[in-house]
């Protein structure tokens, strides 16, 4: 197993960090539990395999997930780093902070956590909750009591507000010291500010790194972008994710032993991608959308459409199929935005607005008809 420095936080963590909200489950009088004997033998065999990172939340598999993986850590707590995380929605009076800290720990069976996340907070959740309610303070003085170890945050925003969540934090004296945002192949959105938590000394984790499963299925990405033979995709995303030299783990949701197994081989292996092949990657991947047959940038100039035609959205289910080979994904695509009433191309008012506003050029309304008839 490759370990890594962790931020400033001294810890030194396995490239592959263990997500626990896809514990295998099963149904008992009408009630979704955790399979423990098979979640006990992959927190195991996961934990022999040296991987040091576990990372819940309290409303995964059910509610479930807490109790489960306390379970699971409980003859190797002391040797391995324990992450949860805290609701804001929950926090509507004074000591809320607390009282959920504390149920959370009750449900891991353990006096402590080595991180404790601000869950899944945006720009608006970290002014008026966070630094409204002064939940840093409830959070340094859990740290000072020996409650948690570490204070870290999960994001779902703008990455432009990760660097107003980092800075305001410091500034308020209690400092962020790890960060959870996604991360992957296909999404490198949040790849700047990751350079920028590096640069602050927080430690870094990705979550989604094989795009919430898009990167799993087969496909020849690998020899699109290097000429080389192929790479398994799963690999690729995963070793493109730990290519990054300011990305310190990849969390990986695992839902059964193969997985895991797998998990641990690929974070095992000498042959891991250099800084240098990382950044190759990343530039073949744009150069391969450029020589996409439908070149859409995903500007949103053509937004918003006065007839609702979501067409960024659109061209980029296109992208998947056309690019990375992704088509069954892309099919899936198409079919929930039409479930969910996404306007088509019948529903065009044909006034041109769209490509009018195309800085590429496009011929946005025969585009529309061609990538509709492709996944219908």
Same mark, same amino acid.
């Given at each position: 197993?490759?370990?890594? $420095? ?7 963590? #396995? ?24 979640? $006990? ?21 059910? @509610?479930? @997930? ?16 324990? @992450?949860?995380?805290? =609701? ?70 703008? =990455?432009? #507000? ?6 305001? #934090? ?16 296909? $999404? ?18 990705? %979550? ?14 690998? *020899? ?23 990305? *310190?783990?990849?969390? @990986?949701? %695992? ?8 998990? %641990?081989?690929?974070?095992?292996? $000498? ?12 530039? *073949? %991947? ?5 020589? #996409? ?84």
């Amino acid at each position: 197993m490759l370990y890594r $420095d962790f931020g400033k936080t001294g810890e030194k963590i #396995s490239a592959i960090g263990f997500g626990c909200m896809r514990f295998p489950e099963l149904e008992i009088d009408g009630k979704k539990v955790v399979d423990t004997e098979k979640t $006990d033998e992959m927190i195991r065999a996961a934990y022999e395999g040296g991987i040091n990172y576990f990372d819940t939340a309290p409303y995964y598999c059910n @509610s479930n @997930s807490e109790a489960a993986l306390g379970r699971g850590v409980k003859a190797f707590r002391e040797k391995v780093l324990l @992450s949860s995380k805290f =609701p804001t929605e929950v926090a509507k009076k004074p000591g809320d902070f607390r009282r959920q800290l504390e149920t959370t720990l009750t449900r891991l069976d353990t006096p402590y956590l080595d991180f404790y996340h601000f869950w899944g907070i945006s720009k608006d959740k970290f002014d008026n909750i966070i630094m409204a309610q002064n939940l840093l303070e409830d959070a340094r003085k859990a740290k000072e009591e020996g409650l948690i170890r570490h204070i870290s945050f999960s994001f779902h925003d703008s =990455p432009s #507000s990760i660097k107003h969540i980092i800075d305001c #934090s410091e500034a308020a004296g209690v400092p962020m010291e790890s960060m959870l945002v996604q991360y992957n192949l296909l $999404d490198r959105s949040n790849e700047e500010m990751l350079a920028y938590a590096h640069e602050k000394g927080l430690g870094t984790v990705a %979550m989604g790194p094989v795009g919430g499963g898009r990167l799993a299925a087969p496909t020849q990405l690998y *020899s699109k972008l290097t000429g080389k033979d192929s790479l398994p995709t799963y690999e690729l995303a995963f070793k493109f994710c730990l290519g990054n030299p300011n990305l *310190s783990c990849a969390l @990986s949701g %695992m839902q059964t032993l193969d997985m895991v197994q797998k998990n %641990m081989a690929i974070a095992s292996a $000498d042959t891991g991608f250099s800084e240098e092949e990382w950044k190759i990657l990343g530039e *073949s %991947m744009e150069q391969l959308k450029k020589f #996409s047959e439908l070149y859409c940038t995903g500007c949103k100039y053509c937004q918003p459409c006065p007839a609702g035609i979501e067409i960024p959205r659109i061209f980029n289910m296109f992208t998947y199929h056309n690019v990375y080979g992704l088509t069954d994904h892309a099919k899936y695509m198409f079919n929930d935005y039409c479930k969910n009433d996404g306007k088509l191309s019948d529903a065009c008012l044909n006034c041109g607005f769209c490509e009018r506003k195309c800085p590429q050029h496009l011929k946005i309304r025969e585009e529309l008809k061609k990538v509709e008839a492709l996944f219908r």
